[in-house]
């Protein structure tokens, strides 16, 4: 058996979203995993340990997509799910006709498989981009990406370099 015969191609295929953390360790705007959500964590609270027991934490976030509620308890010493959460931003080129986006990356691929937010909490950042293209104002648009799924949560103006 050769040394050829023991490469593998590294890649992202089947990586998870979410590693581990400390259920105590986890603070107030952090990100972490509730009744299956990737939550934004708006309050955490502790418990003390019982006669029998165990201190807990209380955990309440926000779904980072649907801005829905979630709360969850567990035993501070015991691991949680926290997913990976990244920010993007891309250089807005179009708006289609159905709601979808041409984004360009900085390296000048595009991306097209995004459509603005629908929700209602999302109305006035819709209305902020559409109001600014069609001024003709250069935008950036952030993008926010946890658990395979992605959501356009932001705009500002392109600074001239």
């Known amino acids: ?5 023991n490469q593998f191609e590294q890649g992202n295929a089947g990586s998870s979203h979410t590693y581990t953390e400390s259920a105590g360790s986890l603070k107030k705007g ?3 995993m509730l ?3 990737p939550c934004k964590i708006t309050d955490v609270s502790t418990s003390k340990a ?4 165990h201190a807990k934490a209380s955990i309440v976030g926000k779904d980072i997509f649907t801005n829905k509620t979630y709360e969850d308890s567990a035993p501070t010493s015991h691991n949680i799910d926290v997913p990976f959460v990244t920010k993007k931003e891309y250089t807005l080129m179009d708006i289609q006709g159905d709601g979808f986006v041409i984004l360009m990356n900085e390296d ?3 991306k097209e498989d995004l459509k603005l937010p629908e929700t209602e909490d999302d109305f006035n950042l819709v209305k ?3 109001e600014q293209f069609e001024a ?10 946890a658990m395979g799924e992605e959501k356009i949560v932001s705009c500002r103006e392109a600074q001239d370099k």
């Open 128 to 130: 902020e981009i559409r």
């Open 35 to 37: 009744k299956g959500h």
């Open 1 to 5: 058996m050769s040394d050829d015969e």
């Open 136 to 145: 003709g104002k250069d935008l950036l648009i952030a993008v926010l990406s």
């Open 50 to 53: 019982g006669k029998h027991g």
């Open 108 to 110: 000048g691929s595009t």
């Open 30 to 32: 952090g990100y972490v």
